[in-house]
């Protein structure tokens, strides 16, 4: 494996790189110090820990979208192959092939996640264009600054993701730009502000019935919550326990473990048929 590493100034010193503390910077330094040739990190806690960053650190480069982690706990540097050339006879694969099958190379040299299914096609390393060896071709600085800017949405958005999370339901580690969610996210806070997101995502935690306490067992789902008919509904407390009970006749609705209702609600409904009503009515089937 090559020792040498090399850093793109078009990288770091543009403002969405200077803009982060500088601990998170000297993270960012390290990383990528002790990746392999490819990029990869196996080990990028143990790194955060041994330089003395906090989580906050490594959470904010993969927000900004510098890092790209995987469920594995391995992470890529999104710009390796803009900062390092690495010669043929020198240049040892990474082990972590799996991984790299999951990302596709921009036109820009630049990381991507794969979402299409195709194989990535990434070429070896004697194939690859870098800063060091650009002869005839020469990467564009607005395309390299334009990745950055596109991949950096996520930071604004952490706040929303953090609480989302704290929710304990469908974990959530980023918002890609460019894909439905972040459009349908983005309209949502174009429409009533981050603020109102945060709010009506706090209010899921005040409703047994979003979090699955319902005959169905039905779950919201952060897609479900941010599509515009949803989303009003959550934000004005319409499933919050109290008001749910007040949809049932005489109040008898449950949200305790037996998610069913007292044996005293009369009438001609039973109570699955009643239960099935109010998922039909807030639209959660």
């Known amino acids: 494996m090559a020792e040498r590493r090399m850093f793109s100034k078009t990288i770091i010193d543009s403002d969405a790189f200077l803009d982060m503390p500088l601990s998170t ?20 806690k143990k790194i955060q820990r041994m330089i003395g ?12 979208r510098f890092v790209i982690p995987f469920e594995s706990g391995v992470c890529v540097i999104k710009h390796w192959r803009i900062h390092n050339y690495i010669r043929t006879d020198r240049y040892k694969e990474t082990v972590y092939k799996e991984e790299k099958d999951q990302l596709i190379l921009k036109d820009n040299n630049a990381y991507s996640i794969n979402d299409t299914g195709i194989p990535n096609g990434i070429p ?34 952490q706040p929303i993701i953090d609480k989302w999370n704290a929710l304990g339901l469908q974990n959530l580690k980023f918002i890609n730009s460019g ?3 972040h459009t349908m996210l983005q309209a949502r806070i174009k429409e009533y502000g981050i603020d109102a997101i945060i709010s009506a995502i706090e209010s899921i935690s005040n409703s047994s019935f979003l979090r699955g306490q319902n005959r169905k067992g039905w779950t919201i789902t952060f897609d479900w919550l941010i599509k515009p008919n949803n989303f009003i509904k959550v934000l004005e407390g319409n499933y919050k326990d109290n ?22 609600v009369g009438s001609s409904q039973n109570h699955n ?9 807030q639209g959660a089937i």
């Open 25 to 44: 910077q000297s993270l960012y330094f390290h990383l990528s110090m002790r990746a392999d040739d490819d990029g990869f990190i196996n080990n990028p």
């Open 53 to 64: 960053c906090s989580d906050d650190d490594i959470k904010l480069l993969f927000a900004k």
């Open 124 to 157: 070896s390393v004697d194939q690859m264009e870098t800063q060091v060896r650009l002869g005839k071709v020469r990467l564009g600085k607005d395309s390299i600054d334009n990745s950055i800017i596109n991949n950096t949405c996520s930071s604004e958005l």
């Open 179 to 181: 894909t439905k969610r």
């Open 243 to 264: 008001v749910i009970e007040k949809k049932v006749p005489n109040g008898n609705y449950t949200s305790n473990n037996s998610k069913r209702f007292n044996n005293n």
């Open 273 to 281: 048929d009643i239960e099935t009503e109010i998922l039909r009515a």
